[in-house]
């Protein structure tokens, strides 16, 4: 089971007014109702934002729960790098344009709570279970996220490879064949 929007930002120990506040900074719009002052001390306190009054990289880590993405663009990019530059044997390309990634993952936040750290070993884990197959049936970089069906729902294999990485059953396949290295 998911955790819901509240369960991830008190699991971080962050308050809705704390979360509130940061996001309003980040998306350069005033507060309402809440005592600043208080919440920048509290925040500081936590790490979230230094003695000069900036977010800190501790913000990063949670930029997938803010309505506007925060230095995404740098995970964005990671994630792509470990797409290989090259034309898969299905003759799509494994990278797919930014564009596409971001509006992926657009969706991918909006359904899912995994955090960039899971997102970015998971994959890494899957573009390297395909290379030991030479790419054959591996998904661009864009449908590993999200890919629409022909009625319409939508399916992640990146929230798969997530949820099989939080399960500790990521890796952990049975080596049910032989195989011989041959020189």
Not at 112 to 140: A, C, P, R
Request: contains cysteine; hydrophobic residues 30%.
């Amino acid at each position: 089971m998911e955790k819901t929007f509240l369960d991830q930002i008190l699991s971080r120990g962050i308050s809705p007014n704390e979360f509130y506040f940061l996001q309003s900074i980040i998306n350069k719009e005033s507060t309402k109702i809440i005592n600043r002052a208080q919440e920048i001390r509290k925040l500081q306190s936590k790490g979230y934002i230094d003695l000069k009054f900036k977010l800190t990289d501790k913000v990063k880590e949670i930029s997938h729960l803010f309505k506007k993405s925060i230095n995404n663009e740098d995970f964005i990019a990671k994630y792509i790098e470990l797409f290989p530059k090259i034309k898969l044997p299905s003759g799509k390309y494994a990278r797919s344009h930014r564009t596409n990634i971001e509006a992926a993952f657009k969706w991918f936040f909006k359904t899912y709570g995994y955090d960039w750290e899971t997102i970015l070993k998971s994959t890494e884990y899957y573009v390297k279970e395909y290379e030991t197959k030479n790419y054959m049936y591996m998904k661009t970089s864009q449908y590993f996220i999200c890919k629409t069906n022909i009625d319409k729902s939508k399916e992640s294999e990146l929230a798969n490879y997530c949820e099989m990485l939080k399960d500790g059953t990521l890796g952990r396949e049975s080596s049910d064949y032989f195989s011989e290295k041959v020189v």
